[in-house]
């Protein structure tokens, strides 16, 4: 069992910045694939950023490349998303989720942390 608990959202002007962060309560999650994902109003649940916890390769979303930055910090098992140049299509409710390859869902999820970006 994976535990993960989001904390750093908020409401922040369009073109401001933002970093999430999402304390992972287990360490053997080292085998994990860890992702970000976001809902905004009315909307479906989406990808936005995915690591390896070992290895740190990263993917994102077309959406936000050039904008967001997902990292992670083993010894604190802590995930992050910054945000920088942040726009009203930003706002959403974000979680953070967990996969141990090679499933290929995420079987873990967070809570979430609401963003919202004012125009």
């Known amino acids: 069992q994976v535990q993960l608990v989001e904390s750093g959202g908020g409401l922040v002007q369009a073109g401001g910045s933002l970093r999430l962060s999402c304390a992972v309560s287990r360490r053997t999650a080292s085998s994990y694939i860890l992702g970000w994902f976001r809902q905004g109003p009315g909307k479906e649940r989406e990808f936005v950023a995915a690591?390896?916890?070992?290895?740190?390769?990263?993917s994102y979303a077309d959406s936000v490349k050039g904008r967001f930055t997902i990292s992670r910090d083993n010894a604190k098992s802590t995930l992050y998303l910054q945000m920088n140049s942040l726009k009203p299509e930003d706002t959403a409710v974000y979680y953070c989720?967990?996969?141990?390859?090679?499933?290929?869902?995420?079987?873990?999820w967070g809570q979430g942390t609401q963003v919202t970006v004012s125009s």
């Open positions: 690591i390896t916890w070992t290895g740190g390769i990263t």
């Open positions: 989720g967990a996969r141990q390859p090679p499933r290929g869902v995420y079987d873990y």
